[in-house]
Structure formats: structure tokens, C-alpha cells
């Protein structure tokens, strides 16, 4: 059985108190049984202090990116090793946020991914499309690029270690919500994808988040679909009793 994963992407969001408040009213109340497990992903300049209120306790860190080397001239990037250094275990990779605002591509998400990989860190690999290539009927075949050039050379034992996150960019902060059928649809998808490359078992053991205006009031109906094994929440992980809100529905 897979463990569904509700992961906070705080984005560009909050100050160090901020941070700190929210972090801890989330571990105070983060009880969710052993088949739901809870992330929080602040800025990387948050990352430090919120690593040591979720110190031993339920809640497991993320960051929302790094940069694929290990070391070196790269002003202003973080390494993997740094984020493990601080104990992060998970790193979202290729949020769509990147992609279409700061030109990430699928060989740059799938460079971070073997680099996260190789340190020890659990890579969350977004993919998604836009509102016009879901109206123009291509959502398939974007979905399928995206995780084949994302994802490639990912072999069997390191995809078990690595969450798939299916982000419709329409979704995006804007309100809108993917139906539960849409989303389930597009999982299903991955789910196929991850079998015809590696096997069924491989594929039913790999958690496939969604995120998209992910809230209290739609995730029973997402978090019910059968290929939904979490999410990742944006705007409405920045508030303790929403953020909870949505793992309620998941345990």
C-alpha cells in the first residue's frame, strides 16, 4: 500500500517568524497514523530553522530546488548535499513554476534528479500542462515527453525513491481545480508509463502526487481516486488548519 505524501510548497512565502509559527503548529498537531506522511518545503533561507523544530517528529523537510553539481562556482545555487546537510529528505524538481517562468527543461529537472538521487535526497519530479495544450487535446502526449525526458536513464531501484508529482499548470494559484476524473485520468497515465518502463510491481510501489489549488473542501474527492497518492499544496499550506485540512482527508 502506498503512503500518501501532503507535501507544503511554500514558494516565495513567509518570514523566518512566519515560518517558524506555522512549521510548529503543524508538529503539534501532525498525528496522522501511518499511512499518511507530512512535508514542508519553506525557501531555502527558512530551511535551517525549520529543520530543527521538525527534529524528530512526524514531519519531514523538503526544498523546492537545487542545483545538479555537488560543488563550485555556481553563485546563489544549493547543492544536494547541503540540503541533506540540513536534513532535508525530499526536493521538488521541475515545478512548473520553473519551467515556464525561469526556463527549466526536462534535461535540466533529470540532471537534479540524479543528482538528488546520488546524495540521498527523494526527488519530487513535477509534470503538467498548460490550459492550451490540455484544450488542444495533447495533455497525453505532454505528460508522457515530460516524463520521459525528466525521468530518463531513472533506473528501477532509484524510481522507487522518487515521487511524481502531476501539476496541470492551469491549476496552478488560480482557483481552478482539475476534476477528480481529469486527475485520476492523467495518473493513470504516469501509472502506465512507469509500467511499460519497469514492471507493474515497480509501478504500483512509485507515489504519483497531484497539486492544483489543492483544498480542504476538494481533496476527500482527489485523495479517493485510485492513483492519487497525495499532494503537493501550494497557497493552502501556508495555514495550519488548511494544510491539515487536506491530510485529514488523505488519513
Known amino acids: 500500500m502506498r503512503r500518501y505524501l501532503i507535501a507544503g510548497n511554500w514558494k ?104 538528488a538521487l546520488e546524495a540521498g535526497l527523494q526527488p519530487i519530479v513535477c509534470v503538467g500542462e498548460t490550459l492550451q495544450q490540455r484544450e488542444s487535446g495533447s495533455t497525453g502526449e505532454v505528460i508522457r515527453q515530460q516524463f520521459e525526458g525528466s525521468l530518463a536513464g531513472i533506473g528501477a531501484e532509484q524510481i522507487t525513491r522518487l515521487v511524481i508529482a502531476y501539476e496541470p499548470v492551469w491549476a496552478i494559484g488560480t482557483g481552478k481545480v482539475a476534476t477528480p476524473e481529469q486527475a485520476e485520468a492523467v495518473h493513470a497515465d504516469l501509472r502506465t508509463l512507469l509500467e511499460n518502463r519497469y514492471n507493474a510491481e515497480i509501478a504500483a510501489a512509485v507515489r504519483i502526487q497531484y497539486g492544483g489549488s489543492v483544498k480542504s473542501g476538494n481533496a476527500d474527492q482527489l485523495l479517493s481516486q485510485t492513483n492519487i497518492d497525495g499532494a503537493l499544496v501550494g497557497g493552502a499550506s501556508l495555514e495550519v488548519d488548511t494544510f491539515l485540512g487536506i491530510a485529514a482527508n488523505a488519513r
Open 12 to 115: 516565495m512565502n513567509l518570514t523566518r517568524q512566519d515560518s517558524l509559527a506555522l512549521v510548529r503548529g503543524i508538529v503539534s498537531n501532525s498525528q496522522m497514523g501511518e499511512h499518511v506522511e507530512l512535508a514542508v518545503c519553506p525557501p531555502s533561507v527558512y530551511l535551517d530553522a525549520v529543520s530543527g523544530v521538525v527534529a524528530d517528529t512526524d514531519v519531514s523537510l523538503g526544498a523546492q530546488n537545487m542545483y545538479h553539481e555537488p560543488s563550485g562556482a555556481f553563485t546563489g545555487e544549493i547543492s544536494a548535499a547541503m540540503l541533506m546537510d540540513l536534513g532535508c529528505k525530499y526536493v521538488i524538481l521541475g515545478h512548473s513554476e520553473r519551467r515556464h517562468i525561469l526556463g527549466e527543461t526536462d534535461a535540466m529537472v533529470n540532471q537534479k534528479a540524479f543528482a
